[in-house]
């Protein structure tokens, strides 16, 4: 599977993207939390969804502190979303 960093999707530039399972992975940082960015962030999420895409969004800290666990996460959304076997080891 590939999964893209700063792709172009519509007018928007997503942080990665895995086309094969549909999925965009957002990495928020502090703006994103205030007023404007969450509006923002709404209104691209909608049109992500429009586009049949799921959004997924972790912020800088989850994965400063989490590393391990948002990539888990990330795996296992990109498996489930492309109907891979899980492992279960």
Known sequence: MKIYKQRIIGE?????????????IELDG?????EAGMRYD??????LRSLGLEVVRYSNADVNERFRD?????????????GDPLSHG
């Open 12 to 24: 928007y530039i997503v942080d990665f993207y895995c086309s094969s399972a549909k999925l965009v």
């Open 42 to 47: 709404q209104n691209r999420t909608k049109y």
């Open 70 to 82: 948002v990539c888990d996460s990330i795996d296992y959304l990109i498996r489930t979303r492309r």
């Open 30 to 34: 502090s703006q994103h939390f205030d």
